[in-house]
Structures are given as structure tokens and as C-alpha cells.
């Protein structure tokens, strides 16, 4: 601050003097000066005969400036300046207050540096000075700890593993960390000067321009990700973040830019979202071709992938590959290169090792791989910079090839592999599906044709006299059935059906065998096991040479197993779109459990699946589960861990994939009483399903059934349980980590809660005009040394914290019961324990006063509800803890109409010699007063300090100021 005085006329000699100035303005200026934090003294000019300015003499100082010159009003007054601090000579400020002194022009120094001879130490200010007559007022501010914190921060950028760099409006480079060698490759001297878009991908100079516009509008630009060139010419995904600087007016003036490395969590976004694409291509897909084209073009478009190819394997003399389809980018690619899988000069081409080893092979670089050399000038025509080449198997052996090119080197590491691993059992899954279901198609079309001749039918084959008795079967027919030829010969055709026909349908059945016509549908009949099953029939009436019926022909083909297995297709088909809608809709809640019970409700929509449990390991190895859906199952519950046995065991069973067991007939390890009780509510099956993140175990998925045939399915839905197991990693992984560590904390806590890893100590509270101890303050000290704030503030975080402070309090009531009980005990609890009646089930009853005391830096969120709560404890009085330190202990004062006060511990220190702090006092006491309430000092540790106090006036508002502090005794047990 810098306090300009209004040049005064000479009183009675040449210059003036400062001393001459009149008394009433001199009384101002001293009052000013006083009240200043920063240091100002006024300096005479001290002149030789000939005028010219040798030295400075001080007149007037404030006590700011005496005491950082460590020395005495009177020892500095008429002092000169040289005298005490030579240094100003040498340093050029002695130059400059002459300057000042002899011109009237004003002056102004930021960051000055200057060994004090005083402090012994090197410090930087800012200096400031006007003329005053033939005088200069002087002041400085001490900013080394600015000084020092700009450079710690500038060492910090400079050291920092992601990039920083600053850009002018033209978006050139004109400051970069020394991190950008470590993760791009670059010198600093190389790029600063540059411009920054010189450094970018072609696609995605567009996005930086449109971000630099935004900042250069004063927003901040958060997450975006574009790729910037290496020093060897590689690309590397780099997520942005850009804020303004402002100059002295406001105007952006540059954009200081973060760069962080998210190069691999990009490249296993767009291997995720190619699975995806293709997970819903393949739900939808009726013809081969067209399916394996959309999934290559979904490697581009959803996954951003450079080019994707399917090539098909030939089996001719050339052991040539036959392109099936391609993306529609660089689709001329496949013209140019010629590959083959027979040993010769181009047998060493990805594709063709693929083939004969049937396992994936990864080229990082395509520049630097001496097997694809032949092809090294087309690759980078094209820009390809990396392929994955992936087997698609179907009958054991390898069909085509799956082929998927990036612009990054490296882009595909070993999550990827598994990705497109997943992707490649897909595609043979889409493929094998749709042969089967052409092959099926046929099959049907074929039998329709041939019906008219007994011959065609190779199954079962009944023949029936007029009056419908069978007098042949054939050996299919007996197989089908299960009886042997005695037993089916003479018995009525009609007594072999087992379903519910309706007697209309065999009216109609005879009704057309009647007219001499062929009837064709579908019979269920009963085995002489007694199960039902399903058949085509054709029963065709067999006419003699006067067209007069002498017998029927049947000939049925048992369709129960085609049925099963266009179920087995329709299900998959459902369950796939189900999939595919949960990885769609499902996102992350704000917490665990909120993914968790979002996931197992939208999963409750698979076919069959009566109950979904997300389940996470916690910290000691069991099963916790956390998100739970569907019909209830005993012992499976949110929050309740599941037996250790138990866990353990699922666990190691789900170390090498997807199980379930039948509620029928399971493991050993399971809880007999429990699944004696999911049999008893319908469960038939039970699935468990392993969830990973970053490979690692975190969990299990129960999907329960109630399916009576549920055991027949199972085993074909595994692989759609683990789609979902893996969806469920990338859903609540990062949030399983967090929890981790949630529950380990909890776990801390309620170890110290249960074990009473803690002791009460009591500090005393004294009337300070009567030195009587009138309370005692009740603290806590754990055993571990942890400071008490910061475990009531680990306890908060885990929900814990109303139950810690719970029990300090009841471990304190005791303690104390051997005081007085006239003395009154101060006990701390948080408004959220103050609210949920946690305070009022520990002390309401107690024999003794309590007052209950709310710290100034807890958030008040309901101040009624407080009020209610305190009403609600008869005798319980309310204090304030910190008054002063900040402005929301006067809204508590306010809103809550404490009985005590407690002024804050920065206030008391040092009270007796500091005006500024008695003022605070003697106001803060007055507040206390207006509101009716008792003032108490803390951390009072010297006499002078509680002299003060009483000073202050010992008695406000007819209530006596209580003292608190080491001068009146430490924190101890009363034992």
C-alpha cells in the first residue's frame, strides 16, 4: 500500500520538515500509518552544502515497519538510512529514491531482490514511493513465498509427466514442458517457435481450431482428444485441456495447454466399441456377405479403425486368398496386395501365418516389420501404421481371416487381442448360425417334396389298416418311440398321441384322410418312457385299383431336436439384443451401488433369468453383494457378505470362465440350508459369472433361474453370461476400486470403533475473573497417533462417522463420572449426528449438565433441524467452536442461539500485544452478548494473554468470559 501525502509549504526554513507538519494532520498521518499491515516509513533527503543527496534520514515509521526492522521507535527515528542498510546503495534503490526525491515522479518496482542485513536472509518485494516534500513515503511488501510458489509451479510444469505447453493467439508454441521429450519424442528447442497445429493429425486440425477459438473467447476446453505426430512421425492420442490467460485488462493473451497420454485408452475404446457394432450387426444379420461387410465397415465408422478385410481361405493350387468384402476406405487396398498361405516368398505375410498356425498375429509397425516388406510401399500410400490379423474358425479349421488396420503404431495390445479374439467368435458364430439355418431350410423344403412316396421317409414309418390299428412299423419308428414291434403291432394309431389335441383337430385329421387326401401337420406323441415329443406327420391313404381306402401310411420325422435348436437360436438372437440394449442404456451411477442395482435390473431381462446379483470382492476375500434384482434368494442380499467358504469357492470356480450348478445337485461348498431354500422357492439353476477389470477378478454375476428346462440351456448361454461379465468390468470397475478402498477404510473405523482403539482426555474451562473450573472439554486421542480430524473425517466418508463420534462420547461420560456434578462436560458431535438423534440417544439422561458443541467448519444444511434436535434434549446447552475464524460461525451464532461461544484460538494468541486482535475480541464478545450467550477464549497460554481477556471486560452482557488453554492445563485423564 502506498499512503501519497499533500505537499506541505516550508515552515521557517528551506525544504520543510515532515516535524513541521500541523498537529492535526500530523495526528491523521500517524493514525494511518498505524493501521497499516505493510511496512512505510517517510525519509527526509539529507543533502550536502552543494545540494546534492547523500543520504536519507527516517521521520516517521509505522510499527509495521519497526518491527521488521527488528529495533525500537526511538532507535529508528533520526536514523539514516545508509547507516542501518547499507545495502540499498549497492542494490540501486538508493538510486532510485533519489530519483524519486529529486524529480516527483513516482516509483514503482515489482520483485525486487535484496539481502536484508537485518534478516540475514535474501528476500524479494515490491517496492513503492512518492515524494513528500523534500521527502519520500517508502513502503515494501515481502513476496518471496509468491516468488518462490511461481517457481515451485514453473518446476512442477517443467517436471511434470503429461505436457504443458503455452500458445500465443496465432497458436504458436512459445513455452513447453520438458516432459514433451519423454512422451512425444521432442526437443524443446525443437518446437518452441512452432505452431502448434503443425503437430496435429490432418483430421483433427479442425476440432484444435475450434477449441482455440472457445478459450481464446475465455472458456475453458476440457477432454478433448486429437492426435499429435511423434518425433519419429508416429501419431499418439493426447486428451486436451486448454484455459485462458488473461493480461492486466482482461484480454486473453494466451492458452496454457495440458496434454495427457490416452493413447491406450483409446485404442481399447475402439476395440470395445467394434465388439459392440458388431454384437448388434450380428443379432440382425440374414445373409453372410452382407453381415461381415457391416462389421468391417463398423471397424471404421464406430470403431475409428483405418481399414478392416475379410479374406476367405482357398484351398486350390496356389493356396490363394479370396476376398469376401472390405470397408469402403481404401477398398483398392485389397487389389494391390497379393497374399497367399503356401510357403514362398509371401508365406511370411501375417495373413498367411494366421492361416497355418491358426493364432492372431500383431504387426506394431508396418514401417519397421521386415516380415511385411514386400508391402511396405502400399502400407504407407494408405497410411497404415498397424494390423491385428485374427483366425475365424468354423469346423475346426480356419475359414477367412479378419483383418483390421490402424494409422497409430501400436494400437493394438493384448486387451485388444482379446477383444478381437471376442469379435472373431462372433463372426463364427454369425456365420455357423446362418449355414445352419440355410442347411435347415433346405432340409424342410426337400421333405414337402417327397411326401407322396413312402420311400422318401428315412425316419418313422407306420402302417395303419381302415380302422386305424398298426400292422407295420419300421426300426426309425420303434427307435423314436421306444417300443419294440409286439408291442406297437394291433394298437390304435390314436393311442400314441400324448399332448393336448383338440378333438376338432382329429376330426379334421380323418376327415381328410377320408376324402382320399394326404394330411400333413404336426403330432405330439408320448414315448413309452412317457415324455412327450414333437413330429411332422404325413399320413397318406393307400388306395386299391377301385379307389377304395384299404390302409394308411404315416410317415413322421421327430422334430424335437430341430425345435430345441431353433429355440436355442431364437433365445441367443434375444439374449444378444438384450445384451446389447443393458451395454447401451446401462451407465454409471453416482456410486457402486447405484451401477450395480441398474445393471442387475436392466440384466432381469433376460429370458428365463428370475434373479441377477452383482457381487464384488470385498477387502477380506468374500463376496459382498452390491446390486441385487429379480425374486429373492436367501442369503443374497445388498451389503451382506456371503460365508467365506462360500466365497471362496465360487471364486476358484470362476477362475477359468462362466459355470452354473444345478440347485438340484450342488457343489459341496454351497450352504446345504441354502440352497435347500432356493429349492424350495422354484430356483432350478444358478449361474456365476466372473467380472475383471484390467484382467484382474473383482467380482461375480449370479443370474438365478426358475426354467424347469434350464438345465438343457445353460451351457449354450454361458458365452452370452460372460458378454455380460465383461460389460459389467468395464461398467464398475474404476468404481470397484474406489469401493475398495471405501470398504477398507469402514473396515478401519469400525476395528477402532469395536475394539475401543481410542482414550478420552479432558482440557478444563476456567471463569477467568475467578480462576474457577467451571467444565471440562472432552477430547479423544486414538492409538494409532492418527490426528482426531483427520479419522472423524475418514468416518464421515464411509457413513460411519455419527457411530465414532457415538462411542468417544459414551467412553468420555464415563470417564468422567467420578467430576462433580455440578461441573458441566462439552462433547463434539457433527450436525448430521445431531440430526439422525445419535446425540440425543447417547446423552439425553445423563446426571450431569452436557453441552454440546458444533464445530464452525461443519456444514449446517438444515439449520431448523438442529434447532428441533438441540429442543429436543432437555438441559443440553449448544456451543460454537472457532468463532472468528471465518464467516460462517456468525450464521451459526445467528441461527442457532448458542449458550457458549468460543472465540477461535487465532484470535487469543498474542491478544495482549496485538490492538487489532482486541478489537476482533472485544466485538466478537459483543455479538455473543447481543445473542445472549457465554463467550470462552481458547488456547489462552500466558498470563498476559487472560490479563487481557479480563481487561477486555471480564463480565459482557452480565455473563462471566471463560477461558480455555494450556495456561489453565493440558488434555489429560483424570486418572
Partial sequence: MTIEFEPIPPQGRSGGS?????????????????????????MRAVRDRSGRVIDFEYEEANRAAIAINHTTREELIGARLLTLLPGHRTSGLFDHFVHTVETGESLVLDDVIYANEILHEEGHYDVRAVKVGDAISYTWRDVTDRVVASQRYRLLAENASDVVMMTNPAGVIVWISPSVADVLGWSVESIVGTLSIDLVADEDRETLLEWRALVYRGRDVHGELIRYRTANGDWRWMQLHASPVRDGDGTVAAAVVGLRDCQSEVVAERAFDTLSAASRILVYADDETTMLQAMCQAAVDEGGYAFAWYARVVHDDRRSMSTVTSSKQHADYTDVVQVTWADGPNSDAPMGRVVRTSKTVVVDDLRRDSWTSPWHEVTEQHGFRSVIVVPVTLGGSVDGVLMVYAKEVRAFGANEVILFEDLAHEVEFGISRLRDQAQLTASRRDQNLLTQVIDQAGESILVADTAGLIVYANPAMLRSSGYDADELIGQDLRNLQGGPHDPAYDEEIWATLARGQSWRGSLVNR??????????????????????????????????????????????????????TIMREVRPGGTLDETAGALARAATDLEHVATVSVMMIAPGGRLRPVGVAGAAMRGIHVGVELESRVSRALLDRAEVGAWW???????????????????????????????????????????????????????????TYEQLGSFAGTLVGDQAGFYERTERVRAEIRDVINAHRFRPVFQPFVDLESGAVVGYEALTRFDDGESPERQFIAAHSVGLGPALEASCVVAAIDAASSLPPEIWLSVNFSPAAIIDGTAARVIVGKNRPIVVEITE???????????????????????VDDAGAGFTSLTHIIELEPAFVKLDISIVRDIDRDRVRQSMAAAMAYFAAESDATIIAEGVETEAEAATLRSLGATIGGRAMLGQGFLFGHPASFS
Fill in 661 to 719: 450348478m444345478s440347485i438340484a445337485d450342488p457343489p459341496r461348498s454351497m450352504d446345504t440350508a441354502i440352497v435347500r431354500a432356493w429349492s424350495a422357492r422354484g430356483f432350478v439353476t444358478a449361474a456365476f459369472v466372473p467380472i475383471r477389470h484390467d484382467r484382474e477378478p473383482i467380482g461375480l454375476l449370479l443370474l438365478s433361474s426358475r426354467d424347469p428346462n434350464a438345465p438343457t440351456w445353460h451351457d449354450s448361454r454361458l458365452s
Fill in 527 to 580: 414315448r413309452k418312457s412317457g415324455d412327450l415329443y414333437e413330429e411332422e406327420a404325413t399320413i397318406t391313404p393307400i388306395t386299391d385299383e377301385f379307389d377304395f381306402v384299404t390302409a394308411y401310411v404315416a410317415v413322421k420325422r421327430d422334430v424335437s431336436a430341430v425345435r430345441t435348436l431353433e429355440a436355442a437360436l431364437t433365445r441367443e438372437q434375444r439374449d444378444q439384443s438384450t445384451i446389447l
Fill in 18 to 42: 515532515a516535524s513541521e507538519l500541523p498537529l492535526d494532520i500530523r495526528v491523521t498521518v500517524s493514525a494511518i500509518l498505524e493501521t497499516m499491515f505493510d511496512p512505510l516509513v517517510v
Fill in 857 to 879: 467448519h461443519a456444514i449446517v444444511e438444515d439449520y431448523g433441524a438442529v434447532r428441533q434436535a438441540i429442543g429436543a434434549m432437555p438441559g443440553v446447552r449448544l456451543a
